[in-house]
Each structure stands twice: as C-alpha cells, then as structure tokens.
C-alpha cells in the first residue's frame, strides 16, 4: 500500500514538473487585436547586417531571433514582413504590422509617429572604400563627396545633417545619393558611385570583416548613445504593455545576453 | 542601212518567250511581242489573264523565270542590277494613281527628276509646271492629292511619269478607278500623247480608246497571248474564237 | 498645417520643381532614343538578310521579355562588374530607351506597312532607289501614321519615369518619398507627386490632338476618327494594347 502511494506521488511530482515549464513559456498575455490570429506581424526590413538580413534565402539577426523569443513569450508565432526601410512606418500606421521590428534608431521625429520600446544603444560608423582615398577622418571631411543612404532610415537624417553643417561653414554640400536598402548604398560604395556611407557599429564591423579588401571604418564613433527600439502604434499601450513584458523575460531568462554574444555585439549596448 | 537595221532600230521592246510564275502557278506562258517607236499597243483580256502583271514585268518591277526583254536593244531582264535606271526611261502610270498624299501636285511630279536626275529645285519646279500646263490643270500645282478629283489625280499621274522623260509609258488601267464623267479627261490626254508619238502599252477597258489610239491590239487570256493584230483588223477580222467571245461580251 | 496648402506649398517647392524637370528630362530622353532604337528594330526586321532579321527579332525578346525594373537595376548594378559604370541618369535612359524601342519597334513597323505597297510601286517605278523610296515616299508617311500610338507612349515613358526612383536618379516619385520619410507627411507629399502627374499626363494629351490634327491636315490617306479628350484621358486607345 505504502509503495502505491509513494510510486503515485512520485507520478504525481513528475507530472507537475512536465507540466509547469510549458505553462511558464508564455509569460505574458498576448493583445487582443492582433492582425492575424495568433502570429506577432512585424515589419522588418531585412538589409541591415547583423540585425535583419537574410542568409540562405531565410531572414535572420539578432531582431529576427528576439522577435522570435518575444512572440513565444505571448504565445504566438512570429510572422515576418520584409520591406523597403521607408515603408515600415506607413505599414505599421496603416495597420499592416502589429510592431516594427527592424533595429529602427529613436529620435523625436520619429517619437512623434509611434510609441518606442527601447532595447538597445549603438554607435554609428563611416564607412569608405579600402584604402580611404578620400582621406576621411570625421563626417566633417565628407563635405563635397557623395554620400549613400537608405531612404528614410536614421543614415539619411545624419548624412542631411552632415550637409548643413558643411553649408553653414561655407564648403560644398555631400551629394546625398537615396537608395532603397542598405545593401545599395553598399554596393554603390563598392561601384564607386559613392565615396562614403554610414552604418550601426556593428553593421560596419561586420561589412568590414565579410569584405575586408573593399571596405573599411574611417574616423571615430559617433552618436555612440543612439537608442533602437521596438516601435508600436502611436497609443497601443496594450500592445506595448505585452511587448514590454515579453522582452523583460526574453532578458531575464539569458536570451537577450546569448544573442548579443551570438551576434558580436557589444553587451555594454545592453539597455538592461 | 540594210532592213534589219531599221527594223532593230524602229523597235522600241521586244519580248520573246517570257515565263512567270508566282510559286507554281505559272501566271505568264510564252509571251512575245513587240512595240515599234512611236506607237501604242492596247492589251486587253479579262481579269486575271496577266495583262497588269505582264507591264510589271517590263518595268522590272517583277521577276522573270525566262525569256527576253529587249529594251531599246538591251536585254533589260538580265541587267537587274541597273533596274532603277532602267526604270526611269519607263514611265508607269497606275489604275490608283498613286500620288504621294505628303506632298503637293508639283512636289509629286518634281520629286523624281530632283532624287534621281539631280536637277535643280528651280528647274524641276518649272518642269513640274509645264507638265500641269500641258495636262491642262496648271493651276492645281499646289494642292494636296486629297484635293484633287479622281480625273486631276490621274492626269498628274501621267505628268510625274512624263517628268522623267520616259522613252516608252505604261498605262495599268489608267481609267478603271474613275468615275465615268472623268473618264474623257484622262484618255484625251493620253490620246494627245500619243499623237506626239510616244510608245505606249496601255492595259485597258476602254475600247474607244482602242479604236482611235492604238496601232495594235493584243488579247490576253489565262496568261497566254491569244492573238496580236493590227488596230484595224482586231475588231472585223479577229480569228481567234476566244477573242471573238471576249469582243462579243465588252462591245454589247 | 492644413493638408491641402501643404500640398500647393510642396508643389511649388524647389525640390519638387527640380523633380518634376527631372521627369521631363528623363521622359523625353528616352522617348528619343526608344523611336531611334524601334525604327533601326523595324527597318532591321524588314531586311533581306536573315541574320539581321534574327539580331532584330532576339532584341525584341529579350526586352520584351523581361520587367523594365529588371532591366533598369541590371544596367545599373550588374553592367559596373563588367567595367561598364553608368550615372543613376544614364543607366535610367538607357535602360528606358533602349526597353522602349523594343515597343516603339511595332509601332514603327505599323506604320511603314500602313503605307500602301503601290506607294512603294509608283516610287521604283520612277527610278528611286529602295533607299530613297523608303526616304521621300514611306517614312514621312509613317510618320504621320504613328503619331498617335508614339502620343501614347510618351505618356507611357512619363509614368514609367517613376521607377528611376529605385535608383536614386532624383525625380518626382522619390523626391516625394524623401519629403514624406521626413516629415512624415505621407498624404501630401505624395498627393503633390500625383497632382504634377497628372497635369502633365493631361497637357501631353491635349498637346496630342492638337498635332494629329495637324497631320491630318496635310494629306494621310487614313481618315481615323480622332480620339475625344474625355476617351484619351480614359486611355481609350485606338486599338492597340501596349503590354508590359
């Protein structure tokens, strides 16, 4: 009789320890108006290494895989939409993703569109062709060169800034040459249609290891405090109160370190 | 001089034995005839006897798959290579008249002797003129085709033909696009033609015609020449039977 | 500000300005060098020669064949990793053009057969030669003829002009893309765009019967009902469909 009962409370311990961890995967409630039942959508868009790319035909980096740990954190299956950088606000407005999720750098304009979850800080770089022709040190020696940027993204703000800044001290605006993806302005840079692009640290460090004869990092760090974020619509707050929650786990169970590493970034990035 | 040598040299064309086919239906069997200087033959025959196709053949506008054509001595059918030449000492006017619609009633009788001949604009032009005058509608040198009655077009027509100072003219239906008032203009001016003694072949309906202008008469039928006489004996004397049915059926 | 003068204020705007310059530019360029391309095309499948036949007809299928995007992007990113680097404009007209005359080639082509074969007749039968016939007799026939399928292509290239924008040549479409991702006025910016297309899409149309009436003034033996502003606007066509 004895040995029943212990062999039943054993069944019993062992079946609550199957049962809890599955229970403690989604962690926190997922929003109710999703675009469709039961994914997170994202926008994304996916040319901007090492946090969305694609490899192998299929979309991966460090926001691919945290979006991923996120959705399962709710409960849902990722679904990823990949687009031109431009239109990730206007699909997010028109409320064809639920999240933008595509390493988008904060700032007050853009504050003004949509609501941010902020996730990490990085530093930006100029990058110009191997052997730095034109001498570059600062983005105050890109005055006159031809400058390659994906339309829309935080490269074409610095790069406008770079130009009025040259205006006001009376030397020759940069050509600012707009392109759809990140992708181009890379391999504008590499044709020599431009002299010089910006990009994430990181980004920049893994163009200048995959391509080392083409490309190299001029000059210093700059905006080394520029926060990215997860960006919801403007007043969601309870999809931003779930996206909140979700990431806190995704942090605190390791995930958010292991990627970082995963990924070469710098953990003194990490906003947590 | 000896006979031959008149003879040779009275005989503006002479087509012996010519052949042609479109694929393999032979259109042309065996034509031969000839135009003296200065005389006009009229070939008639029901529609699709080769009398229009014959008159391109002289022109050099079509291909021959045999036989002669003796242009002014030369056997014109071999020298392919000159054709365009060879073209603008014949003269060919068209049942469509085919005036250029771009250009105006001088400009389409002037066009030819300025590209081909190099004459000078101011000549050409004064030319172009003459030929209106002499087609007796000097005052319609510069309208449009499209302006034109059916009758002008056609005499400007003949005028552009004239500009190249042909040697022998070809008339393919001349008259068949017209409506009848306009008819007599046309003829009379071929008439007038021929009276100043130019060589024509003249594919036609009009019979009347025929009985005043042409020195001989030839009758076509399923591409072959049936027969070939004098204008005088063709409408009493004609021998063929086939001819005679033909006669019978256009002079009811 | 109120949507509709931030509108006007865009319009009128440099940038914008420029823009629109820019697609005008681009529009006529390579409209001239697509008509340049389709008469060589046309003229080339009209040869003697089977090879040159041949060359016409392997042009026509590769242009025909493939998206205009494609072939822009190709001129732009592929021709540099063969030594061949185009200016984002060049490579824009140069792709265009050389697309448009695949298509301009069957316009042109219509209209030289338009031109009646006894037309062709009654000039060798004066001694022109093949060349001149073509020259003083056929082509400015022709001419006359395709004025109103070349009407629409240009109005075609004036659309298709927007798609330059991917290569950052700095035309309408892209210059109301970058004042949008600024300001984030995505409505006006674009409406501005869409507003100057359509004012020259509609001039270019009444520009269009202004000149077929013209033609038809002096002499072609086609007598075509001409088209109605409100059936041009409406893209009514007479008969031809222009598939891309």
Redesign the interface.
Known sequence: MKQIRLRALVAVTALFWCVTPLASAQEAAAPKDLIEKGKLTYGTAASFAPFEYTKDNKPTGFDIEFGAAIAKKLGLQPNIMNMDFKGLIPALQGKRVDIINSGMYINPQRAEQVDFIPYMKIGNEIVVKKGNPHKVTSRDDLCGLRIAVTLGAIEETYAREVAKNCAAAKKKEPQIITLPTAQDSALSLRQGRADALFDSTPGSIELVTQLPDVYQIAGKTFEANTQIGIAVRKGDTEMKQAIEKAMQAVVKDGTYASLLKKYKLPASGSLF | MNDRTVTQDSRLLRVRDLQKSYGHAVVLKNISFEVQSGRSVVIIGPSGSGKSTLL?CV?L?ENIDRGTIEFMGRNIAAARAEA??I??????V?Q?F?????LTALENIA??PM??RSMPTRDAYERGRELLAKVHIPEKADA???ELSGGQQQRV?IA??LA?NPKLMLYDEPTSALDPEMIKEVLDVMLELSEEGMTSIVVTHEMSFARRAADHIVFMDQGEIVEDAPANRFFTDSVHPRTRKFLQQILH | MDSPYLILDYIVSDPFVEGAEMTLLITAVSLLIGMAVGLVLALMEESRFPPVRGVALTYLWLFRGTPVLFQLIFVFNVLPSFGVLFSGFTSAVLALGLNEGAYMAEIMRSGIQAVGRGQRTAGRALGLRDWQVMRYIVLPQAARIIIPPVGNQFIGMLKLSALVSVIAVEELLLVANQTASANFRYLEALSAAGLYYLLFTTLFMIAQSWIENWARRRGRRQAKRPLSLTQRLLGVTSGEARIR
Not at chain 2, 87 to 92: E, L, Q
Not at chain 2, 98 to 102: I, Q, V
């Open positions: 391109r022109n506008l365009h030449r073209r603008s000492d014949i003269g060919m068209f469509n085919e005036l250029f619609p771009h066009l030819a590209k081909v449009f085709p499209d027509a552009r033909a190249m």
